[in-house]
């Protein structure tokens, strides 16, 4: 840190030192004392008096959808954690150091157990929406983590989050960052929203663009595609396997780098590859696992834990199958992508997967069972023409993902250039 406490970024025209305070020395923190607790039967649907819990924070807000209701008695048992507009709001408990600024507070309003209330003292010394941006960023679970005295941490204690230090500029500059990372949050969220929207434009074009049970045909189409769509089941059209334990345990090496990928059940996720957690395998014994193999457009289908997930494998040479996840592979003149995406719609889980799985805490498909699913498909020129079509929209919202998750890393770079 150099002599004079500046930030490496600033705004023109602010050039004078930053204070390192106390968040104790700027805000009140409160929260629900023990003996002062809820039962859950005390929680009303409806009421004059909302309850909030850290459930009902989102985005740095409070999502009043679902809220839970207290009788007037338990409003009025504790002033210091009845809430207002421009509280800021921290979870205690549970998922720590989430926070939110309250804001838009349609009625009177309290804390459950498991979230602290903070009030500034003075709003001529500080801005509630600046100190609930540096609460919000990550230095509050930095410093709680050094305060700790080891292992993870299960509780944000009250003698931690006074100490918490907070660099504090003049009041001005306060309005400047906050007023800019106020505007920041607002073109994230708008960003988010319209990806929302292109996310429920597809889920409804699916709904409408494939056939469904007891249809022949489906409610929209392409010109010139008059035909009944077929029926079969999904062996019928397509080699379905899996592999069996030892074939990984007797030939397979795992180490964490590499270049080939040994695909597992949790990599399959929203119709994609999360490959954020991977096994590489290229140490293995490659000529005894040519079961395992994979090749481009190959679809991976989850049978055990969540039940119906599928992706298909982008390219060759770089892909394995490993145990508890399913390998499909379409007959050639059927199209894939088609049926990955048919595959991914609620009527397909409705009419295949959900009466199949069983009530047990970790449900199972069989691979028999698999091949028993009722498929529909259309002529393989609707088919490319129905991929084609859904994989522009797909490409629409990878791109807008995209776009928001560089402007999620742009405001970590702000986040440290504008602090202390």
Same mark, same amino acid.
């Given at each position: =840190?150099?002599?004079? =406490? ?42 004059? !008096? =909302?309850?909030?819990? *850290? ?15 207290? $009788?007037? +008695? ?17 979870? $205690? ?33 500080? +801005? ?25 941490? &299960? ?17 001005? #500059? ?23 929207? !292109? $996310? ?11 056939? %469904?049970? *007891? ?17 079969? &089941? ?30 597992? *059940?949790?990599?399959?996720? +929203? ?8 096994? !590489? ?8 696992? $040519? ?32 145990? +508890? ?6 007959? #050639? ?9 048919? =595959? ?39 088919? %490319? ?8 929209? #797909? ?26």
């Amino acid at each position: =840190m150099d002599k004079k =406490m500046v930030p490496e970024v600033r705004f023109k025209g602010f050039t004078d030192a930053w204070e390192l305070r106390k968040l104790l020395d700027l805000a009140n923190m409160n929260a629900r004392i023990g003996w002062q607790n809820l039962r859950t039967s005390e929680f009303l649907d409806n009421g004059d !008096y =909302m309850l909030i819990t *850290g459930t009902d924070f989102k985005d740095g807000e409070i999502d009043y959808s679902n809220i839970h209701y207290v $009788k007037k +008695n338990r409003f009025d048992q504790d002033k210091k954690i009845q809430i207002s507009n421009g509280s800021i709001l921290i979870t $205690k408990d549970g998922t720590l150091g989430k926070v939110a600024y309250v804001t838009d507070l349609p009625m009177p309003a309290t804390l459950n157990a498991g979230v602290f209330n903070v009030r500034i003292k003075n709003e001529n010394e500080v +801005n509630d929406k600046y100190l609930f941006h540096y609460l919000k960023a990550p230095f509050l679970l930095k410093f709680s983590s050094e305060q700790s005295t080891g292992g993870t941490i &299960k509780h944000l204690n009250q003698n931690v989050l006074v100490k918490f230090p907070v660099p504090l500029p003049a009041l001005a #500059e306060q309005n400047k960052i906050a007023e800019f990372l106020t505007n920041f949050d607002k073109l994230i969220t708008l960003q988010q929203r319209q990806l929302d929207l !292109y $996310k429920k434009l597809k889920k409804g074009l699916l709904q409408k663009l494939f056939s %469904k049970d *007891g249809e022949k045909v489906p409610e929209v189409r392409f010109a010139d595609f008059h035909d009944d769509w077929e029926q079969c &089941k999904l062996g019928e059209i397509s080699n379905i396997t899996k592999l069996a334990g030892f074939e990984f345990t007797k030939y397979v090496h795992y180490s964490n780098k590499g270049k080939i990928i040994a695909l597992r *059940g949790l990599n399959v996720k +929203n119709g994609k590859l999360d490959l954020s957690d991977v096994k !590489y395998i290229d140490n293995s014994n490659f000529a005894k696992l $040519k079961r395992s193999k994979l090749y481009k457009n190959d679809m991976l289908f989850t049978y055990v834990g969540t039940l119906g997930e599928s992706a298909l494998v982008p390219q060759n040479d770089s892909f394995y199958l490993a145990p +508890n996840v399913a390998l499909i592979r379409f007959n #050639e003149q059927y199209i894939p992508y088609f049926f990955r995406e048919y =595959m991914s719609t609620p009527s397909f889980y409705l009419k295949n997967v959900l009466p199949l799985s069983s009530s047990s805490s970790q449900p199972a498909l069989s691979m028999k069972s698999i091949r028993t699913f009722i498929i529909k498909f259309p002529n393989e020129l609707e088919q %490319k023409k129905l991929s084609i079509f859904f994989k522009n929209i #797909e490409n629409v919202i990878t791109l807008q993902q995209y776009k928001i998750n560089k402007l999620e890393e742009l405001k970590k770079y702000f986040l440290q250039k504008l602090f202390i």
